[in-house]
C-alpha cells in the first residue's frame, strides 16, 4: 500500500490479498452492490485499488481532513 501513496511506481496486489485484507462479509457485501461475481469483482478492486489511491494521493501523503 505505501508504493501506491508514495512516488514511484505501483505495486501490485492478488486478488486474494484484496480478499485477506477486506474480508469475506466486505467483499460479499461489494460483489451483491455492484452484481458481480465475487472473483470477477476481487479480480476488478486488485486492478483498480492501487490506481484509485495513487490518484487521491497526489503530493505522495494521505491528505489531511481539512483538505
Known sequence: MNSWVGA?????IAPNQV?????PDAID?????FQMPRDQ????????LPNALD???????IPE???
Open 8 to 12: 514511484g511506481q505501483n505495486q501490485s
Open 65 to 67: 481532513d481539512a483538505e
Open 19 to 23: 480478499a485477506d485484507a477486506l474480508g
Open 29 to 33: 457485501q461489494i460483489s451483491k452492490h
Open 55 to 61: 490518484r487521491t494521493t497526489p503530493q505522495g501523503r
Open 41 to 48: 469483482m476481487l479480480s476488478e478492486l486488485s486492478t483498480e
